[in-house]
Structures are given as C-alpha cells and as structure tokens.
C-alpha cells in the first residue's frame, strides 16, 4: 500500500528552522510551510500547532527540488545569516558538505502538497491521522504516502484495535510503556 514510509524533515536545527506564525512575518512567505510535530497528532485529528518551517528549496525545470540562491530572499538570507556559525557546525554540513542553510534531510518532494498518513514517532496508542495535503511533518512524526489507496480508509485500519494489537507485538516500547512507530 505504501509508497514511501519516512520520518519527517529533519532540519538539524529545528530552533533556527521552525517558528512561530508570528516569528515567521520577518521570512519571505515562499520559502514557509507549515509545520506539524508528532504531539500534535491524534487518531483522525491533527491540531495545528501554528508552526511553519523555512524549506530553503523551489521547484526546478527538472521536477526536482532545488535549493534556493538565498540572494533572492533577503529577509531569509539576513535572518539565517545571524546564525551561520551554528548551521555550519551541524554534521550534515560538517562531514556530508551540505550547503550551511540546507536541510539536514533532502528536500525529495514537498511534502506540504502531498495526501499522506501522519503517525508520531513515540506514542501510547494507535494515532494515524490523514492530511490531505498541509502540513510538513518535523522528524517527530512519521508520515506514509500512498499507492492509489484512499489515505482516510488505511488511517481508520491502522487505528483499529486489531493493528494497534500486531503493532505493539512488533513496534519497540520504549519508556512508560510508549512504543516507537518506526519505518
């Protein structure tokens, strides 16, 4: 059923990529998402936590994502630049030569227009809800698009009693009793 099953994005800095809507008035609005974090998913429900996350990528003529010229965005550029030494000191641009405002993660598909099924990355029970297309799930979520299935259908088999039973066989449990919804 699934095409792809991934952890959300992972910035390496979510201090400096994730804000407030009020925070992000001072970001160009092209370069904003909106951003969901796996506390504030629910079985069927997702709360929005007023976030928006900066995803420094555009559309390319090839239909791949590309990173931006941050020139073109000065708002984002000065905001960024305060905390350059930081970004630069992340693994992704120490070990992998990533860009120092560049994801940690690659940016493959924006994800903020894609149908998919947003689980948290820990929780206590079965929370698989839908999102039709919004939101950008942090790395605290987890989210599966779909092969030609309607995402609301598989949401309400993944929240039944009997998956939530063959899931707790097999998803590692972790403190308190809280199991890893892992890939």
Not at 24 to 44: C, N, Q, S, T, Y
Not at 48 to 57: A, C, E, S, T
Not at 145 to 166: G, Q, Y
Request: some cysteine; overall charge positive.
């Amino acid at each position: 059923l699934a095409y792809r099953i991934s952890a959300g994005i992972a910035t390496g800095r979510d201090a400096l990529f994730v804000m407030t809507e009020d925070e992000a008035r001072a970001i160009e609005p092209d370069l904003l998402h909106p951003a969901v974090r796996g506390k504030d998913i629910g079985a069927f429900r997702i709360q929005d936590p007023g976030l928006r996350i900066i995803i420094p990528y555009e559309d390319s003529s090839s239909g791949l994502p590309q990173l931006v010229d941050l020139r073109r965005f000065p708002k984002t550029h000065e905001y960024l630049q305060r905390f350059r030494g930081e970004l630069e000191a992340r693994h992704c641009v120490r070990r992998w030569g990533k860009h120092w405002f560049d994801l940690h993660d690659p940016w493959t598909v924006n994800l903020s227009r894609v149908p998919k099924v947003l689980v948290p990355d820990i929780a206590k029970s079965n929370r698989f809800a839908t999102d039709d297309g919004h939101y950008c799930p942090l790395h605290s979520a987890y989210y599966v698009t779909l092969r030609h299935r309607n995402p609301k259908f598989v949401a309400a088999i993944l929240n039944s009693e009997p998956i939530e039973f063959l899931l707790r066989l097999h998803a590692p449990v972790v403190k308190d009793g809280f199991s890893r919804y892992r890939r």
